[in-house]
């Protein structure tokens, strides 16, 4: 009923119009499963490998096509084992982790489909309506996702007092619409960056009074608490052992210093990726001085990775992890690393890429492993494809 009877890969279009892996998954019983993988921009050194789609997609039918056949699809640690099989390789350069990270998901939802299970229910999740992942809206933002913006990579609004995940997404997106309103009496005129942020011209203090305005603003609207927070991306910046910002550099000790600053002068609740992904102890300096009032988040530090999940919690370093599935390759990887966070205190943050595609499968992943929060952007086509997943998960369930 369940076993893999056929799978298919192709080429399709991201949204930054890239070509990117998706796949299908057929059981014998006639249940289906479509995945596509997802891409970064700004991706860590210690990903996991991914292949030109073409590449990808030719390798995985030479090697993990006749593997998963036969396969349960239900089962997804032996869809995942076969997939690693396949691969041969400790980073998923024999297949790519964008082949393998496709296949992986489209199974797990053709076995919720065998199965007739909601795939959140299926990757082992109920939603209890009394803990929702909060989704962290990104409304500004520049780095490697725009242009001439900002230098800091993401300004977050974090609606944690939400009462729902419905009221979560409206208030985010509200917050980016808010944002656009002060860009526009500014007279800053401003597209949009690779996640639908907005991308002005403006230094990362603008951007802080932009995102504390609107966020002020909208809570008052909203009748709860929206938060702010940020993804610094703070390995793109660091060069020469020091960070490179558009208008000065800061040493390691000030980078940590200014962080510090941040935390305190904005009551930041989320902080990602504050210094270079090699940097154990900063990470751990930091987590020291703020960990108590904020999330400090590691992304490409950790790159949803056990074993150096373990090395940061062995260090304190950080007390947060981001977890993308296409970093690891498969989705009982991206399990593993959530259940190491969970085990040692780290809030597991669920979360897109900046190429993305209408793939939904992160907002049950978020569900199934009851993360505290979700990371998937706060509007745009692909963005609002997991949000309004999430949104029917919760209608679904309560
Ligand atoms: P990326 O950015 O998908 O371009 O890596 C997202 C992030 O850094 O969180
Ligand atoms: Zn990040």
Not at 70 to 90: K, Y
Not at 167 to 185: M, W, Y
Not at 332 to 357: C, I, K, M, Q, W
């Amino acid at each position: 009923m369940t076993t893999v009877a056929d799978v298919r890969l192709r080429r399709v279009l991201d949204s930054r119009g890239n070509p990117t892996v998706e796949a299908d998954v057929l059981t014998e019983s006639g249940a289906f499963g479509r995945a596509a993988a997802p891409s970064g921009a700004s991706t860590g050194a210690h990903e996991a490998i991914e292949l030109p789609p073409a590449e990808a997609i030719a390798k995985a039918r030479e090697h993990a096509v006749p593997r998963l056949t036969g396969v349960d699809a239900a089962d997804q640690r032996s869809v995942d084992r076969a997939l690693a099989a396949a691969d041969g390789t400790d980073d998923f350069s024999g297949i790519g982790a964008n082949a393998a990270v496709a296949l992986s998901m489209a199974a797990a939802k053709a076995g919720a489909a065998a199965l007739g299970t909601p795939l959140y229910q299926h990757l082992g999740g109920t939603f209890r309506g009394d803990g929702f992942p909060v989704p962290l809206g990104n409304v500004i933002g520049g780095g490697e996702h725009a242009a001439d913006a900002t230098d800091i990579q993401e300004f977050l609004a974090v609606p944690s007092g939400a009462p729902s995940v419905s009221d979560a997404v409206f208030a985010n997106a509200r917050v980016h619409e808010v944002v656009g309103e002060l860009l526009a009496e500014r007279d800053v005129p401003a597209g949009k960056g690779d996640e639908g942020a907005w991308a002005p011209s403006v230094g990362d203090g603008e951007a802080f009074e932009l995102l504390a305005e609107a966020t002020d603003r909208v809570s008052d609207e909203v009748g709860f608490h929206v938060g702010t927070g940020v993804d610094v991306a703070a390995a793109e910046l660091h060069e020469d052992d020091a960070y490179q910002y558009t208008n000065r550099v800061r040493l390691r000790a000030e980078q940590i210093d200014y962080v510090v600053d941040l935390v305190e002068e904005y009551d930041l609740e989320y902080v990602e990726d504050p210094l270079d992904e090699e940097d154990f102890d900063g990470y751990a300096d930091l987590t020291d001085r703020v960990g108590d009032r904020t999330l400090i988040c590691g992304d490409d530090l950790f790159v949803t990775d056990v074993d150096r999940i373990q090395r940061g919690i062995d260090a304190g370093a950080g007390n947060s992890v981001l977890i993308k599935p296409n970093q690891i390759g498969t989705l009982s990887a991206a399990f593993d690393a959530v259940e190491l966070a969970r085990e040692n205190a780290y809030a597991p943050v669920v979360s897109h890429r900046s190429g993305e595609t209408e793939d939904a499968t992160i907002a049950h992943l978020a569900v199934a492993t009851d993360a505290p929060f979700v990371k998937t952007g706060a509007v745009g086509g692909e963005r609002t494809a997991k949000l309004n997943e999430l949104i029917r998960i919760e209608d679904d369930a309560l």
